[in-house]
Structures are given as C-alpha cells and as structure tokens.
C-alpha cells in the first residue's frame, strides 16, 4: 500500500494548457510539501499545508495554486504552462512541521514536460 | 541563514571499498540533518536524521554518518560499497518550517 501516491506518474502537455498534479497520504500525517525537481537534481520547497493550512508559500509564480481538501490531500494546480515549468514534482508529508525534526515520505514524482 | 553544501557532485567507488559523502551546513539554530538517497525515477528515501541525540547516527542499508559541530559537518559513511548503492544522495538541514537540501552527489560503483 503506496504512503505517498502522486498521480499522475508522467505529464506532457503544452505550452499554455491549465493541469493538475494529486498527492494522496495514507500515514496520518498532518503536514504535506511540494517541492520541485530541475533537471541538474536541484530541489526546491514550494508550498506547504500543515492540517490545511498553508504554512509556506515559497516564491512561486501565481501560476500555480496548491489545494488542499483535506489532511491527507494535496494538490497542485498549474495555469498556462511554460517550458520552464518542465521538471519532476514531489509531494511529500511529515508528522508535524519540518521544525520538528522529523523526516519527510516522499511520493514517487510526476515528471512534468512542457512542450 | 542556513545552508548546505554537499562536496562532490559525483563520488565513484569500487564495489566493497568504503563510501564517503561529504556535507557541510551552516545553520543559525541548533540542527536538524538528514540523509536521502534517491534511485532513478524514484522519490527520495530517508536514510537516517541527525535530532541532537546520538552525534553517530546509524541509518538503513548499512549507512551511518557523524555529526561534528565544530567542523559544521554530518559526513555520510558505508564501510563496504554494494552495486544497489549506486544512486543519488542528499543532505538536508532543517531549521524553522523548512528543510532546505545539498544540490546531491551521484555515487557511481565500479564492479
């Protein structure tokens, strides 16, 4: 049974189109990240939710919008896509917020292309 | 400010020899530290997290790394290198609501 599923697993879709990205959890956690992947490994946070609340809201183009239904749903929504925007997206949760010290679960990744 | 810098994009190793990562941080507030390793086309995996307990953190598949205050670094170790080791690596330091990663090191294993 998946603890952090994403879906979906590959996106490719063109400059300009409007898509979703879902994260799901099944460990209980009360916090939920997306952080981005560039092509060079490099990992940036963009949002955070801890119980639906967003905690971090990285500088991130208004293009794109995380949702968060509930605590163990995270999604992230994004607007007329640019080839920048092409790269792996991880969601990821933790018991508590980052300060605490505890690790995060990673989902498996959506790879994003832009053409 | 808070920072972590992973020494060596790219390590290659003998099969059985010992693997060394280096990670060096600097950070305002007393640490967290982490290690993640990720295989090809998959998420990040934690190895073992450094939480002011233990300064010699033993983690999974055989990993460990030491913290060394007075050196700013949490050093990742394996005393023989296995083929299934060969994956990229990430250290991260977490102070606050984030946890900020290394730009990773890519361990090749030579048979």
């Known amino acids: 049974d998946t603890a952090v599923s994403q879906t979906p697993k590959y996106l490719v879709t063109q400059m300009g189109n409007d898509k979703s990205i879902k994260c799901e959890q099944n460990?209980?956690?009360?916090?939920m990240y997306w952080y981005k992947q560039d092509s060079k490994k490099f990992l940036k946070i963009m949002f955070s939710y801890n119980n639906k609340e967003l905690i971090i809201n990285e500088t991130v183009p208004n293009r794109f919008s995380p949702k968060s239904p509930d605590k163990a749903h995270l999604n992230l929504h994004i607007n007329s896509l640019e080839l920048g925007d092409s790269a792996v997206y991880f969601c990821?949760?933790?018991?508590?917020?980052?300060?605490?010290?505890?690790?995060?679960?990673f989902g498996s990744g959506t790879r994003l292309t832009v053409v | 400010a808070q920072s972590v810098t992973q020494l060596g994009s790219h390590v290659s190793v003998s099969e059985g020899a010992l693997v060394l990562l280096r990670c060096n941080y600097s950070s305002s507030v007393p640490p967290y530290l982490f290690w993640y390793v990720q295989y090809p086309n998959q998420g990040l995996q934690l190895l073992l997290k450094?939480?002011?307990?233990?300064?010699l953190v033993k983690g999974i598949n055989g990993f460990e790394a030491e913290f060394k205050k007075s050196e700013t670094s949490f050093h990742l170790t394996k005393p023989s290198a296995h083929m299934s080791d060969a994956a990229e690596y990430f250290c991260a330091l977490t102070g606050g609501f984030k946890t900020i990663f290394g730009a990773g090191t890519r361990l090749f294993v030579k048979a």
């Open positions: 450094y939480t002011s307990a233990a300064t």
């Open positions: 990821a949760s933790s018991q508590g917020t980052a300060g605490g010290g505890v690790g995060y679960t």
């Open positions: 460990l209980g956690h009360d916090t």
